[in-house]
């Protein structure tokens, strides 16, 4: 599969993983390439907390069930109906979890590059994620990135250090197909914004 069509096909994967293990050879791969992402200073400030213990996945998923009662909660009705039908995690049906956390201490004090955009640590940790997700994708292997959980809970679950900071909770597993079309187009949430809207020329406004 090219980089282009990996792009193309990526899902963020809820209902379809077949509730099989992704085998440790596949797995070691996918992080394998999540750890030759670019970084700030070459400071390689994420780590991977790969979590498979059904204890800890139940825990996990209910404290998100209950942050997706919480957020319908602030939802308008309309808003609320259309949110209702659409699945937000696949945390036990995949089988295995992969916290992506970030150092900021990774790289020493000084890290080049990172003096006057300290955010640039973050976005190494989120480009690993992007090539975790493009390497699971070829490999079809699915990912679904869950970001409704509190950093405290989900730090304390998988004993981060203090000063280490989650980003994000992956579900990685096989699955049975990728949908043609992103789940929060396909319910109605929100649709994708043309090419043209998004590029400007020389300056963002004319």
Same mark, same amino acid.
């Given at each position: 599969?090219?980089?282009?069509?990996?792009?193309?096909?990526?899902?963020?994967v809820r209902?379809?993983?077949?509730g099989?293990?992704?085998?440790?050879?596949?797995l070691?791969?996918i992080?394998?390439?999540?750890?030759?992402a670019?970084?700030?200073?070459?400071?390689?400030?994420?780590?991977?907390?790969v979590?498979?213990?059904?204890?800890?996945?139940?825990?996990?998923a209910d404290h998100?069930?209950?942050k997706?009662v919480?957020?319908?909660a602030?939802?308008?009705?309309?808003?609320?109906?259309?949110?209702?039908?659409i699945?937000?995690?696949?945390?036990?049906?995949?089988?295995?979890?992969?916290?992506v956390s970030?150092?900021?201490?990774?790289g020493?004090?000084?890290?080049?590059?990172r003096a006057?955009?300290?955010?640039?640590?973050?976005?190494?940790? /989120?480009?690993a @994620?992007?090539? =975790?997700?493009?390497?699971?994708?070829a !490999?079809?292997? *699915?990912?679904?990135?869950?970001?409704?959980?509190?950093?405290e809970f989900?730090?304390?679950?998988?004993?981060?250090?203090?000063?280490?900071q989650?980003?994000?909770?992956?579900? /990685?597993?096989? @699955?049975?197909? =990728?949908?043609?079309?992103?789940?929060? !187009?396909?319910? *109605?949430?929100?649709g994708?914004?043309?090419?043209?809207?998004?590029?400007?020329?020389?300056?963002?406004?004319?």
């Amino acid at each position: 599969m090219s980089v282009y069509e990996a792009i193309r096909v990526r899902r963020d994967v809820r209902a379809e993983f077949t509730g099989e293990l992704v085998d440790d050879a596949t797995l070691w791969r996918i992080l394998e390439a999540a750890h030759r992402a670019p970084s700030v200073g070459n400071s390689q400030p994420w780590d991977f907390v790969v979590v498979r213990d059904p204890s800890t996945l139940r825990k996990f998923a209910d404290h998100v069930a209950d942050k997706r009662v919480e957020f319908r909660a602030s939802l308008p009705p309309e808003r609320a109906a259309t949110f209702d039908p659409i699945k937000i995690e696949g945390i036990t049906e995949s089988g295995t979890g992969i916290v992506v956390s970030y150092d900021h201490g990774r790289g020493g004090p000084q890290v080049l590059g990172r003096a006057s955009v300290p955010e640039t640590g973050v976005y190494s940790a /989120v480009l690993a @994620i992007q090539n =975790l997700w493009l390497a699971a994708t070829a !490999e079809e292997v *699915g990912v679904g990135w869950v970001s409704f959980y509190d950093p405290e809970f989900l730090a304390d679950l998988v004993a981060l250090p203090e000063g280490i900071q989650p980003v994000a909770w992956l579900c /990685v597993g096989p @699955i049975d197909e =990728l949908q043609q079309i992103p789940d929060l !187009e396909r319910f *109605g949430w929100r649709g994708r914004r043309p090419l043209q809207e998004a590029v400007h020329l020389e300056t963002y406004r004319a």
